[in-house]
């Protein structure tokens, strides 16, 4: 399956300290590229997967469960470990969620977690298996980024509703690992987004077992904080908070 051009997974190696960098549910690494290349030059090894069923079509994501995701994820903490002594990991949305699982199950020095849910705006969430009765796919909106060039908004134009069920699967399965994270957490949220209900940051922030945890509330910016018009102060806040690695 050809891979649609600017949602290539990337590498860039730098010190012995390794950032793993997850993206959103059906968008691709070219999200998390900006914000790589920011921690790149801070001295990081940093690597990017690419999910499968991502970055190629819908059709094939719709074939896919969080199961998937996740082997991918676990493939690429085993990589940035054989390049470095630590690994911290960072996930937007849905691959916030992933950062939180593999942080419960795997040695992480810290974890981020952007715009990552556990409550969903859109209502139609739960009439779900109504909905794919009579759709396979729903049409999403893409958001053009102020200052930002299209390379790195690489995604789809349509959800796989079979997918989406699955990412709800995953929400509950996150959701109770919570108590059993220790690492180090840093949570940022919109906080008028549309996407997102916000009081999910909270949510996870009160649950999360964590000792050392901030949540960080942005008032301009939409889901994509990697992208949007305070991304430069996403990156400052998590290139401060990984700064600090034990």
Known sequence: MAIMEGAEPFLLLGGEKGVLLLHGFTGS?????????????????????????????????SN?????????????????RSLCKEVAV??????????LKLAAEYPVSKVVS???PIYI?????????????????????????????????????????SSLSSLLDLIQNVDGLLPSIEAPLLIVQARFE??????????IYDKVGSRDKKLVWLEKSGHIVTLDVEREQVFQEVAEFLSSFK
């Open 29 to 61: 690494p070219a999200e998390m590229r900006l914000l790589g290349e920011k921690l790149h030059q801070e001295g990081y090894t940093v690597f990017a997967p690419r999910f499968c069923g991502h970055g190629t079509t819908v059709e094939e994501m």
């Open 64 to 80: 896919t469960k969080w199961s998937h995701w996740y082997s991918g994820v676990e493939d690429g903490y085993h990589i940035v």
């Open 90 to 99: 960072v996930g937007l949305s849905m691959g916030g969620l992933l950062a």
């Open 114 to 116: 952007l715009s990552t």
């Open 121 to 161: 705006v859109d209502k139609r969430v739960d009439m779900l298996p109504l909905y794919r009765m009579f759709y396979q796919f729903v049409p999403k909106k893409r958001k053009n980024f102020v200052g930002v060039g299209t390379q790195y908004s690489v995604g789809y134009n349509a959800t796989p509703l």
């Open 194 to 203: 549309h996407t997102v209900q916000p009081r999910s940051a909270s949510h």
